[in-house]
């Protein structure tokens, strides 16, 4: 009978209603506006090209002879800031990082322009023919992090790329905001990012080392520093998925 009546269900109802409930603090601004570097308007492309295995040698050719003439080109308002074969991670994969000053407007402006530009159009059927897939994202760069700016090598590099639960941007941020100077020490972080288009919510933190042994002593005396634990304890909740990739940088990339 207690089961049948209807006295307790408005109740029941608003207790069942708070469970599912979750209070999050009103916003006056969008998280790319919170969390990017205001005194810049860079954007940022990233791409990813899977190449045919037996192609990757004539793609790495054909890119370093085409690429550093975008790169070069005055009127091209973008600047190459790496580009890299995947070492360890997904095999036979080009990963490009390019700069747009000005934003949407420079994107834009070099798309056009590309467009018009009957060499670029013959590099990009000539590529399209080794490759399997490809995909890009745009993105922003955290105001904590460092400017991705040339070095030189030799050094090997790492992707590490996080796909976040949707609305844990802003959280993932004040985070890191903190946890970045914990891996500043030998000069191993290279620039951190979120996607604006393309896969969204991702997260992409892009480091230097001299190679995998001094990755493997820098990231393990990080948990000898107090408080790195904890903030990795309150980071990892924030992830659904997340990868690793070791790269190579091209002859004719700024970061080496």
Known sequence: RGLGSSAHRP????????????????RKDA??????KRETSSLYKLQFHNVKPECLEAYNKLCQEV???????????????????????EQDQAVHLWRYEGGYPA?????????????????????????????????LEFSFWNEPIPRDGPNIYELRSYQLRPGTMIEWGNYWARAIRFRQDSNEAVGGFFSQIGQ??????????????????????AWHKPGWDELVYYTVPLIQEMESRIMIPLKISPLQ
């Open 11 to 26: 109740g029941e109802d608003s207790w069942l209603k708070s469970l599912f409930v979750r209070k999050v603090d009103p």
């Open 67 to 89: 690429l550093p003439k975008i790169h070069e080109e005055k009127h091209y308002p973008c600047a190459l800031v790496g580009t890299w074969n995947t070492w360890y991670g």
């Open 31 to 36: 998280h790319s506006n919170l969390l990017a």
């Open 107 to 139: 994107l834009n402006e070099v798309m056009s322009k590309l467009r018009q530009n009957k060499e670029f159009i013959e590099f990009r059927k000539e590529r399209g023919n080794m490759l399997l897939s490809r995909k890009n994202q745009l993105l």
């Open 200 to 221: 969204l919510y991702m997260v992409h933190h892009l480091w230097a080392y001299k190679d995998l042994q001094t990755r493997e002593d820098i990231r393990n005396a």
